[in-house]
């Protein structure tokens, strides 16, 4: 079992910056590529961002390729979304995710264990 704690959420002026954790706690995090999602009011869960167990590797949704960039560090079982130049469509309730497998990691179904969510709400 993984428990996956999110903050670092909040209310942001638009071309505004945030960074997002993740706690994990459990089985051993590295083990674990990670991912990041978001939800919008009345949308379904997208995917935002992840790294696979090393952070060597990387992988982001086309909308905030350049914005947004996703680390993670194993001996503090912790990863990150720093987001900068925030949008107004970026607002969302950020969730992270650890999967076990691999696969495509921008497929919810990919993941094992999801964290409750942090609210990012970018105004304009």
């Known amino acids: 079992q993984v428990q996956l704690v999110e903050s670092g959420g909040g209310l942001v002026q638009a071309g505004g910056s945030l960074r997002l954790s993740c706690a994990a706690s459990?089985?051993?995090?590295?083990?674990?590529?990670m991912g990041w999602f978001r939800q919008a009011p009345g949308k379904e869960r997208e995917f935002v961002a992840a790294a696979a167990w090393s952070g060597s590797s990387t992988y982001y949704t086309d909308s905030v390729k350049g914005r947004f960039t996703i680390s993670r560090d194993n001996a503090k079982n912790t990863v990150y979304l720093q987001m900068n130049s925030l949008k107004p469509e970026d607002t969302a309730v950020y969730y992270c995710?650890?999967?076990?497998?691999?696969?495509?990691?921008?497929?919810?179904?990919?993941?094992?264990?999801w964290g409750q969510g942090t609210q990012v709400t970018v105004s304009s």
């Open positions: 995710a650890a999967a076990r497998g691999y696969g495509d990691y921008q497929r919810p179904r990919m993941y094992n264990y």
């Open positions: 459990g089985r051993t995090f590295s083990n674990y590529a």
